[in-house]
């Protein structure tokens, strides 16, 4: 192996490190744009939400959260991580072409549930509907549908300020932040995280630009 | 016919001029082989030459090491010397922070004089500056006495021995015996030079097969290690300078026996073996486990800075990862331009030994048209 072919082979594997580190970065920092707005959302909450079904709750409003914020900068992630690997050398260009071109990483997609609150990610939508539906959630919505008096009691009377005494708001938190450490920052899941997605899309990419430079 | 003269002509002491166009970058470093990065042109040949020697004074050669330290050129993992946390490669940890925090400064390439960074490496215990020292064994091809090659053993050996835990419980393993027997090697070769004829050429020729023999024991070793389902990377960094070790012992043994070619074969074969166990190793690897270990909960600035600081602590190693292997590419780089200029490689080894004076050699390349 020529000298040179060494250099470009580390130069790849520089460039694969600071876009997985970037990667990270950039899933991180929307994770705590993402967390803010949702506790902007909070106020929304019923006593139901926080006490039966926290993630029914927090699940989809970080999903759509999350989608708004990180599409953008994700494209220009990789628009910027293609353009670099292709200016390497000239045996790259095609695999940087192809990141550049983005569509690599499938994040949970939403849909608007149509009555004015906040868009429902379509696995969960479905699941709610199927045979993947717990018996947490059916309790909690049997509870709903028959119990409207006391939904309706919570969310009138009930301050946040008492809420957050009994650690209520907290269980949302809790259950938005479970949603982030795993759908969106996991390392592992099914369906992949989308920090695991965006880490394998460069890590094929490594492996194929290491592949054409031996 | 090559005269002495000319094979001296190709030889200088590398700590002057040389050094500060490296630090300058007007020249840039990959293993052994300056490269103009203008040009992108060749222009020489870096060879370590002893750094335990009597003349050779260690503060100098780390500021050499120094010299390199400069963000183009990815430096030799000098600050990755000093060790990582925990990691007892010196006396005591206090030492290695004390260490860790002057070489840091050298990898950042903030030190701009040699002298500042001797007057630093004054505080320094006399090991220390040798284990630093002993990291730069592996530029070029081997020609150092065994005093200098036993010492580097005995530290990678330590190292291995500090980090895993079964080499303690296995003292007579097969580990053990394979660290011993690569000091064997490295005496044998040592005593080579002092045979003459026949009696040389043999020995060397037996160095070389066997350190093929201990190639392939530490790249199964080092194989073993990073392919566990939770690698330990410091481990796996002891058992990887074995195989540049012993793939540095075998490309000097043949090269002294003027085999030119089965000696580029060898440094190749080392380069392709070490690519192929740690080429793919990277920050990211480094990173992983300590952000776990951290406990910071994602989508918080504190996972931000916990990234941030697990970041900075892999570099050192990651530079190591690299650096081993561009030493491992480069290894043999000179042999091809000796074979041009019909210098054989023992009389330049030879002469190579002979400059006691100093702890790095440079070889220019000639122009060609």
Sequence with gaps: MDFGIGVLRHWIMAWRDRQIIGGYELLNSTAIAVRNAFEKQLQEATFLDAAWHPAGFANHRIDALFCSLLRGPLDEFFRSAGTELAALDDRLSEIGSILAEGGLVELPVTQDPGDGSAPVPTSEASASHGEDMTLLARVGGALASGAGSISSYASNTADWLVQDKIGLRNRLRHAAAARIATTWMGDIGEPPPVLSQVVRAIEVATDEARIKTW | ?369
């Design chain 2, 1 to 369: 016919m090559i005269t002495a003269a000319l094979t001296k002509l190709v030889l200088q002491k590398a700590s002057g001029g040389i050094l500060d166009l490296v630090q300058s970058g007007a020249l840039q470093a990959f293993g052994s082989t300056l490269v103009d990065p203008t040009s992108r042109r060749t222009v020489g040949y870096l060879q370590a030459r002893d750094t335990l020697g009597a003349a050779a004074d260690t503060a100098k050669v780390v500021a050499s090491l120094g010299a390199f330290a400069n963000p183009v050129t990815a430096p030799f993992g000098v600050a990755y010397a000093a060790g990582k946390t925990g990691f007892a490669i010196f006396d005591t940890q206090r030492t290695s922070h004390r260490i860790e925090d002057k070489l840091d400064t050298v990898a950042e390439g903030v030190l701009r004089s040699e002298k500042k960074l001797e007057d630093g490496l004054g505080g320094l215990t006399a090991r220390s500056r040798s284990t630093v020292a002993l990291q730069f064994l592996d530029i070029g091809i081997n020609v150092a006495g065994f005093a200098t090659l036993g010492a580097r053993l005995d530290e990678i050996a330590v190292r291995a021995s500090a980090i895993d835990a079964g080499f303690r419980e296995f003292q007579e393993s097969q580990l053990t015996l394979a660290f011993t027997n690569l000091k064997t090697l490295a005496r044998s070769l040592d005593e080579g030079w002092r045979l003459s004829g026949n009696a040389a050429t043999n020995r060397w020729q037996s160095v070389a097969s066997e350190a093929l023999h201990l190639q392939d024991q530490f790249e199964a070793r080092s194989r073993g290690v990073l392919t566990r389902p939770d690698p330990d990377y410091l481990l796996a960094d002891a058992m990887l300078d074995a195989v540049s070790f012993a793939n540095g012992l075998r490309v000097a043994a043949l090269a002294a026996c003027n085999q030119i070619n089965a000696a580029r074969s060898a440094a190749e074969d080392g380069a392709r073996v070490l690519d192929s166990l740690s080429g793919r190793v990277g920050l990211a690897e480094l990173v992983r486990p300590v952000l776990a270990a951290s406990g910071s909960e994602r989508g918080t600035r504190e996972f931000s800075v916990a990234l941030a600081k697990a970041n900075e602590d892999a570099r050192p190693l990651d530079r190591k990862f690299r650096q081993r292997e561009a030493n491992a590419l480069t290894r043999a780089a000179p042999l091809v331009s000796l074979e041009r200029r019909g210098i054989r490689p023992r009389a330049w080894l030879e002469e190579v030994r002979s400059l006691t004076e100093t702890a790095l050699v440079f070889m220019p390349e000639p122009e060609r048209n």
